[in-house]
């Protein structure tokens, strides 16, 4: 008995580690003042974002909510082990898919064409 709680205990910690940095990255969303990356690794220009507190608000928002699957399966580990498991490979799988898909949608929503800067011509 004693093992199988060493094993949850490992668990717990190392997917609720996984989770924490997934919610640490909605809480530096939710501040940062630019619009937000997405792990693709590209910048996105304040330029063809049209509200970048809002845009940062929903990016925060999905990765908030994708942190919730790996601390819901630290937590299952202990209830039913083969459950936990399962969340986990949903999360690693689907959820990825589901990341993309909805940074897609956050994009579609607020993505404008880029200002143009006015230039003033010369005499």
């Known amino acids: ?12 910690i190392c ?3 996984v989770g924490l940095i997934f919610y640490a990255i909605s809480v530096y969303a939710e ?3 630019t619009p937000m990356w997405f792990v693709t690794g590209g910048l ?10 809002e ?3 929903e990016n925060a928002t999905m990765w908030r909510n994708y942190s919730v699957v790996y601390f819901a399966s630290g937590v299952l580990h202990f209830i039913d082990k ?15 898919v589901w990341l993309f898909w909805k940074h897609s949608k ?4 607020y993505k404008c064409e880029p200002r143009r800067k006015v230039t003033k011509k010369r005499k």
């Open 1 to 12: 008995r004693r093992c199988n709680m060493t094993g949850s205990v490992i668990w717990l």
């Open 82 to 96: 083969p459950t936990a498991v399962i969340v986990l490979l949903f999360a690693c799988t689907g959820g990825i």
């Open 44 to 53: 996105i220009s304040s330029d063809v974002i049209s509200d970048v507190k």
């Open 106 to 109: 956050i994009m579609q929503k």
């Open 31 to 33: 501040k940062k003042t």
């Open 55 to 57: 845009f940062n608000r």
């Open 15 to 17: 997917v609720c580690g």
